[in-house]
């Protein structure tokens, strides 16, 4: 298991490089730091005592490093629009947008899972077709306009939710959250369902094409033939064998939900990451944009480790084949 976790950190430093030279890049060639904090009246010893103290004097290289170390030690200098360190803005915008990207995959399981899990059994079924129309219509739709459209319905027309912000929110440390208040639980059912139903579509059709699959094999054929029961059947043994994918579908739907919750945010005003960055772009904030696509790599790297492991749990045959490796 050590080795198993060592090899795939080892691979995911190469993309962190690679990353951080395109958020690098970002500083050389978008924009001019220095016109834009030094503003439009300024004079040559300013700006040549602005560029020593940035270290664009360096030589590119030198500069890259720099950047990597400074990075390591969460550290990304100061915001060009709001003079306030990256950090700290990012601190206090991650709990808002983790706490939707956490909302929304919840939604994302709890509704997909099983709605594969009865297209796959009951696929004749009304509801079945019900479900299938359903899905079609959350891949089709942009997230935009679903959530334009719950804005609209739920909102508008019936008042029941709030269609921008977060709501009342409850500090614990630098940690804010919106779950243990009554208008931060109604602040999140229209971001999250608006954020997690692409995902859920998705998640359902994988499921249901999963057991479609997994009803047709030998092994389930022959359960049948020693009198299991159905239930035992489908869910003993077919939905186990269904979720080894799922897992790795969902984890990696889990960093995507994250890193584009940028349109969901926006479009419901959310004061997270994602509102952030789509500012800092507009402003062309570099340092933001930079420590934004940084963190954003590093989620997924971590979901990818974690979504490796639960695979090596779930599925017996790569303890196996590691364990017949390490043998020769």
């Not at 709001?82 to 206090?92: C, D, G, M, Q, T």
């Not at 919840?106 to 079924?125: D, E, F, I």
């Not at 009554?182 to 692409?198: D, E, N, R």
């Not at 944009?289 to 989620?299: E, F, R």
Request: aromatic share 10%; hydrophobic share 55%.
């Amino acid at each position: 298991m050590a080795a198993f976790i060592l090899s795939r950190i080892l691979q995911a430093i190469p993309v962190m490089l690679v990353v951080a030279l395109i958020s690098f890049a970002m500083f050389a060639y978008v924009g001019d730091p220095v016109a834009i904090m030094l503003g439009q009246d300024f004079t040559e010893a300013q700006r040549l005592q602005l560029v020593h103290d940035l270290g664009l004097d360096q030589p590119f290289f030198v500069q890259f490093a720099t950047f990597v170390g400074h990075a390591l030690q969460g550290e990304f200098g100061l915001s060009y629009r709001l003079s306030r360190p990256v950090a700290e803005l990012i601190a206090e915008r991650a709990p808002a947008t983790l706490e939707l990207a956490f909302c929304a995959a919840l939604v994302a399981l709890l509704v997909g899972v099983p709605m594969g899990v009865y297209t796959g059994l009951y696929r004749n079924s009304w509801l079945s077709r019900a479900f299938l129309t359903f899905s079609l219509i959350g891949v089709s739709l942009p997230t935009f306009l679903i959530g334009i459209l719950l804005i609209l319905i739920f909102s508008v027309w019936l008042g029941w939710l709030p269609s921008f912000g977060r709501g009342e929110v409850v500090r614990i440390g630098w940690w804010s959250t919106g779950l243990l208040t009554l208008s931060g639980l109604k602040a999140l059912v229209l971001p999250s369902i608006t954020l997690g139903m692409f995902q859920l579509t998705l998640i359902m059709r994988l499921v249901r094409a999963e057991m479609l699959e997994v009803l047709r094999t030998d092994y389930i054929k022959f359960a049948r033939a020693r009198g299991l029961s159905n239930r035992a059947i489908n869910f003993g043994h077919a939905l186990k064998n269904t979720l080894v994918p799922v897992i790795t579908i969902a984890g990696l739907q889990l960093g995507g939900i994250i890193a584009f919750a940028i349109v969901t945010e926006t479009v419901f005003q959310w004061p997270g990451m994602g509102l952030l960055f789509i500012q800092s772009v507009g402003a062309a904030d570099i340092p933001v944009m930079a420590a934004y696509l940084l963190l954003i790599a590093l989620v997924f790297v971590i979901i990818n480790l974690v979504v490796d492991l639960l695979y090596y749990l779930v599925d017996p045959r790569l303890r196996i084949g590691r364990g017949a490796a390490g043998g020769h």
